[in-house]
């Protein structure tokens, strides 16, 4: 604007321009528009006056006005201030910590202590209608999870896992050294072509220490780096009483966690569709390989020794099982009440015998699903 005016202020242009029009002489043509600015000009008390301006006058006011106005939009837009590509990231950081719910559970003055006909260790019944805990026993007390430790190694595998037709091919590496240990095994061969989906039931359903480390080795390159990001879920979890030392559950000092802790485990495995469907599938063929034409038939150690329908008051969906020596009989399962349709999660670890604990996780489910 200051080019075109010598700088001059927009109150002495006006000022010159209608000294302009009043010191014209030539007689005025009536606008076509006059009527219809008269028209449209509300009636007032008092007096006024109609200036009558040219139409190359009117045009070029027209004109100043639209320019004045797109310059103050385009101040008021260019001094808004946009948000950086960090406030971007941090906005989308915050909305997805917002909608992910930490897993907990809340003892109240109704909990009760686990009935001393099961002699687990550490024991605990949650309801996860309202995620309160019914019964409980020494919760966050240290345990050896045994097998159960394969609940988190399947969560962490199938967050990881890029591509389900992908293949892994078992070594005497792996199975050797668990052969010597004595571990549960899903009977995959050296040099057989496994997919993914197979080394995920052959992890759960015979709980085999060979998926459990092969898909370690696939994922994360060793056991060890795959350790690592099971101990880091542990920390998203916020589990106080869990660390891993290996992927399968075979005995370690530092192997450890509490029935709270893999109450929580659990909790989020099953919030997962695919380690959901795989902890709750009782019998799985694996597709035919090289090594095994015919597939391998696998049968859910859970289901082994229960239907599911025993507790007559509840329906046992899945879970898992484990045992050690140093760990005793472990189950960590999930279920839902006949007549409520509420489910619940039952933990207990370090009961003495087999039958002690299938017995004990059904009787929990009829005492307490409800």
Request: glycine share 6%; charged share 25%; hydrophobic share 40%.
């Amino acid at each position: 604007m200051s080019e075109n005016f010598n700088n001059r202020g927009y109150e002495d242009y006006f000022k010159t321009l209608e000294k302009q029009i009043k010191s014209e002489n030539k007689p005025e043509r009536k606008p076509v528009f006059d009527q219809e600015i008269k028209e449209t000009v509300p009636k007032k008390r008092g007096v006024y006056k109609v200036v009558r301006l040219r139409k190359s006058v009117i045009a070029v006011m027209v004109a100043l006005v639209v320019l004045i106005t797109g310059i103050s939009v385009i101040a008021v837009s260019g001094s808004k201030e946009e948000p950086s590509s960090e406030d971007n990231s941090k906005a989308s950081v915050e909305t997805k910590e917002e909608k992910e719910t930490t897993i907990s559970y809340t003892f109240t003055d109704e909990t009760v202590e686990i009935p001393a006909t099961n002699d687990a260790k550490t024991a605990i019944i949650i309801d996860k209608s309202t995620n309160k805990v019914i019964a409980a026993r020494n919760p966050h007390a240290k345990a050896y999870p045994a097998s159960t430790t394969k609940i988190m190694t399947l969560l962490v595998a199938a967050e990881n896992i890029k591509d389900y037709n992908d293949t892994f091919t078992m070594t005497t590496a792996i199975t050797d050294p668990l052969f010597v240990e004595g571990a549960s095994v899903a009977g995959f061969l050296n040099k057989e072509v496994i997919n993914m989906t197979d080394m995920l039931y052959g992890l759960i359903l015979p709980s085999g220490a060979d998926a459990a480390v092969g898909l370690a080795v696939k994922i994360a390159g060793s056991e060890e780096a795959f350790v690592k990001m099971m101990n880091e879920k542990a920390k998203e979890l916020k589990l106080q009483n869990t660390h891993f030392a290996n992927v399968t559950g075979l005995h370690d000092e530092n192997n450890y966690t509490s029935a709270y802790d893999l109450a929580i485990i659990l909790d989020a495995a099953i919030q997962n569709q695919i380690c959901r469907e795989i902890l709750s599938t009782p019998r799985y063929n694996t597709a035919a390989t090289e090594k095994h034409p015919e597939g391998i038939s696998f049968v859910a150690t859970l289901f082994t020794y229960l239907k599911g329908d025993e507790p007559e008051t509840a329906f046992i969906h899945g879970g898992k099982t484990g045992f050690v020596n140093a760990s005793g009989y472990c189950i960590a399962s999930f279920g839902t009440s006949n007549d409520s349709l509420k489910d619940y999660i039952v933990v207990t670890l370090g009961n003495s015998m087999r039958k002690v604990a299938f017995d004990g996780q059904i009787d929990l489910y009829k005492e307490f699903a409800k």
